[in-house]
């Protein structure tokens, strides 16, 4: 199974080598490491080139505040057509969580990206909503970075 990934992967690598980073293969899944910059241009070939027609998911990883890179975040691919599924990863340290949205090549990005933003900090460049998904929108943080407090804060009283 994974060399047919693989192939996608060499495909990618044909098409822009500079998208290509790092592969790990690991556990029959394989996991491409894209340049924060060129997410959107891998996406929009992977989904009109290769046919990974669905954005499954986007999640967010936080790796601590004494990691570099600090935050990885994961774009969950699936082609309908061939029923494959490859991860794209992209770093970014804590002083730039910055990368650029992909609402524009599959909608559903768009509350993927929201819920990142709302539990991790990460800005998605140009994405159309970005504020709060799950959280109110004074909550103070972003609840699912490893330096928020485990208890978190109270800033709602009860009386």
């Known amino acids: 199974m994974t060399e047919k990934l693989h192939g996608y992967v060499e495909r990618l690598k044909q ?5 290509v980073s790092d592969v790990k293969d690991a556990h029959g899944e394989v996991t491409v490491f894209v340049p924060a910059a060129a997410v959107g241009d891998v996406c929009h070939f992977m989904r009109d080139d290769q046919q990974f027609d669905l954005l499954a998911d986007i999640c967010g990883v936080d790796n601590g505040p004494e990691e570099d890179p600090r935050f990885e975040i994961n774009y969950h691919l699936f082609s309908t057509i061939h029923h494959d599924r490859l991860r794209l990863k992209v770093l970014l ?53 490893k330096d928020y407090p485990l208890r978190g804060y109270e800033p709602y009283s009860m009386n």
Do not use: M, Q
């Open 15 to 19: 098409h822009n080598g500079e998208w």
């Open 93 to 145: 340290s804590e002083d730039s969580p910055v990368v650029p949205t992909v609402t524009h090549i599959w909608r559903t990005a768009d509350w993927h990206e929201r819920e990142t933003y709302d539990l991790f900090g990460v800005k998605f460049e140009g994405h159309p909503d970005l504020r709060r998904i799950l959280l109110p929108s004074d909550f103070d943080g972003h609840a699912l970075r």
